[in-house]
């Protein structure tokens, strides 16, 4: 059976500004703010949390399932699935949209202005969790909010565990519709900031989340990430990478990872080691999707970085 995948489908559009932002922003006249950015480089790349998520849980073996909705210039994603393998019935296309964009611009501070434009991912209300038993395991990231929501809703109706993964989308959701989402999911995984955050709307520490939880998890960068089962907190280290060239869609990588432990009944601590690698091979390579590794390579780090082995 698959791993639905519940998320966004986008383009990332990358841009290398050779100066810093600092020096052509004037503090005292941003209230009249007019200026432009010479990028003479640019790429675009394949990403958004359902692609990214997907890409990654393919690399480990698993049987991923994303559940999107995509524009009318979808068609090279959607080859680019086609070519990976990665099953796409549950892609929609919403006529008259784009897919899901976000334009980033970077300095030579590593300083980003980015605008992000949702496209067809406000639609993704339109799709629905399958019934039919294909799917074990599920996860709602960031995603339109009523999708989101509706989602949360099915996974629990149909009584299928999922991860809640909210990300940048957490700041759409008040307290009580937190609570709402936590009380239905099995699984919350977040980053440090979003930790602070949802405790902050919440008014409840992490601990005490834990709790209601089979497991939350905290990811903290190079400072690794925490797994708390029932309130007490399992530390995963970092694996050292060979270059830091790219974090962008570390965190999707984390989560594939998890999907796959979890899926596979791996104990917790194997689980978060097996996704700190994920996050790290993905770090060595620019780009959310840019890395390849099999799941022989896969296993032969994991035994260089922890001396055993995930899986026989």
């Given at each position: ?149 509706q989602h949360a809703q099915q996974f629990a109706e149909l009584g299928i565990p999922f991860i809640f993964d909210p990300g940048q989308g957490l ?142």
């Amino acid at each position: 059976m698959s791993t639905l995948i519940c998320g966004s489908i986008a383009f990332d559009s990358i841009m290398v500004f050779k100066g810093r932002f600092k020096d052509h922003i004037l503090p005292d006249q941003v209230h009249i703010l007019n200026v432009a950015f010479l990028v003479p480089e640019m790429r675009r790349e394949f990403g958004g949390c359902a692609g990214n998520i997907a890409y990654n849980l393919k690399l480990l073996g698993g049987a991923p399932l994303p559940m999107a909705t995509v524009g009318d210039d979808a068609p090279p994603y959607l080859a680019r699935l086609d070519a990976l393998g990665i099953e796409r019935r549950h892609l929609r296309h919403v006529p008259g949209t784009f897919t899901a964009q976000a334009f980033i611009t970077t300095d030579l501070d590593d300083n980003q202005i980015t605008a992000f434009h949702p496209g067809a991912m406000s639609h993704s209300h339109l799709n629905s969790v399958p019934g039919d038993g294909s799917v074990r395991l599920g996860i709602v990231a960031p995603d339109g909010r009523d999708g989101m929501l509706q989602h949360a809703q099915q996974f629990a109706e149909l009584g299928i565990p999922f991860i809640f993964d909210p990300g940048q989308g957490l700041p759409m959701f008040n307290a009580e519709e937190l609570e709402w989402f936590i009380a239905r999911a099995h699984y919350m995984a977040l980053n440090d900031y979003e930790a602070r955050l949802m405790s902050e709307k919440t008014g409840a520490d992490i601990e005490s989340l834990s709790k209601k939880l089979k497991a939350l998890v905290v990811t903290r960068g190079a400072q690794g990430s925490l797994i708390y089962i029932d309130g007490k907190a399992h530390e995963i280290p970092v694996v050292r990478p060979s270059a830091v060239v790219d974090p962008t869609g570390c965190g999707d990588a984390y989560r594939a990872g998890l999907l796959y432990g979890i899926d596979r009944d791996l104990d917790w601590e194997t689980t978060g080691r097996l996704a700190a690698l994920l996050g790290t091979l993905k770090i060595e390579r620019a780009g959310a999707q840019n890395h390849q590794a099999d799941r022989a390579v896969i296993g032969q780090r994991f035994l260089e970085a922890f001396g055993y082995r995930p899986w026989n």
